[in-house]
């Protein structure tokens, strides 16, 4: 079988399983079975794939055609530039989730943040992130999974980040994290879940259902992070989430009843409302404490 046989074979069973991005897919697992580039592929595709190679092409066409999603099978995702390590344990990084990075390195820039904590850090892409657009930046990623705190601890040194400068803490929310940060961001799980089952299946079936579920209203980790914020955060520090796209107007009243200044919604490439941010400010914080009593 030539290289073409078999990438126009692999695209074939990708479409007759329903795989939407069934082209992209065949050629991006003919890329990671054979090593070969768009341009070598265009000198070699008449040439005969090795045995080898092709059971490899086959078998790897055969899993996504059960649904497993892409980056599990090459075991990586790139987000902001870099490489990252993914397993069935984190929540493959999303395009969606550069915007919560972008808004958080511009606003670390203009106020001259340099602790950063991310908490639900997964694969700790966002942390990582932040960590390699700045050199001065240091931080934790908190997790309450242990094997997602492994993937993120392995990105951390395939990125050649010290482990002095990211240290990934076993917690639940802020209940192991000491000390105070100048900026909190976090995608947390915001799907309500009642509307986990309607997701596509690669989500659904292989996004770790603890990444996802952000229980009944989908705002249960927003609340909880604002009111536990505390210590934390320091004055006139930031908190920066990820949010659902329907998910802003509340989760900007929790900012602003919980007295944070700036509130700031972004919207992703599509459109829609992704992140919501504010300054704490740690004096309102407690005059709305005085007038709620
Ligand atoms: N954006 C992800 C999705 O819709 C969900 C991530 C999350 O809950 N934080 O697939």
Redesign the pocket.
């Known amino acids: 079988m030539t290289f073409r046989e078999a990438l126009n074979w692999g695209k074939e069973q990708l479409k007759k399983a329903g795989i939407a991005e069934y082209d992209l897919d065949a050629w991006l697992l003919m890329e990671y079975v054979s090593g070969i580039s768009r341009a070598m592929y265009y000198v070699k595709d008449r040439k005969e794939m090795t045995d080898e190679c092709r059971m490899r092409y086959e078998d790897v066409i055969r899993l996504r055609m059960s649904r497993i999603p892409l980056q599990h099978i090459t075991g990586v995702q790139e987000f902001m530039g870099y490489e990252f390590r993914v397993n069935e344990h984190v ?1 493959i990084p ?1 395009q ?2 550069e915007i919560l990075v972008e808004e958080a390195d511009r606003a670390a820039r203009e106020a001259g943040y340099s602790r950063i904590l991310d908490l ?1 850090t997964g694969s700790g892409c966002i942390l990582l992130s932040l960590l390699k657009m700045e050199e001065h930046r240091s931080g934790t990623g908190s997790d309450l999974s242990e094997p997602a705190l492994e993937t993120a601890e392995e990105n951390r040194k395939l990125l050649g980040i010290s482990g002095e400068r990211a240290v990934f803490q076993k917690s639940d929310l802020f209940e192991n994290i000491e000390g105070t940060y100048d900026m909190i961001v976090s ?5 309500r879940t009642e509307e986990i089952r309607q ?2 299946e690669e ?1 659904r079936l292989f ?1 770790p259902y603890q ?4 229980k009944e209203d ?1 705002l249960y980790f927003y609340r909880k992070i604002v009111k536990e914020v505390g210590r934390h955060l320091r004055d006139q520090g930031m908190l920066l989430f ?1 949010i ?1 796209c329907d998910q802003a107007e509340a989760v900007s009243r929790f900012l602003r009843e919980a007295g944070y200044d700036q509130i700031r919604v972004k919207k992703d490439l599509a459109g829609l409302d992704r992140v919501v941010g504010g300054v704490y400010n740690k004096a309102r914080e407690n005059e709305e404490e005085l007038t709620n009593v």
């Open positions: 929540l999303r969606d989730t639900c995608n947390p799980p915001y799907i997701l596509q989500v996004d990444a996802l579920d952000g989908g990820e659902g």
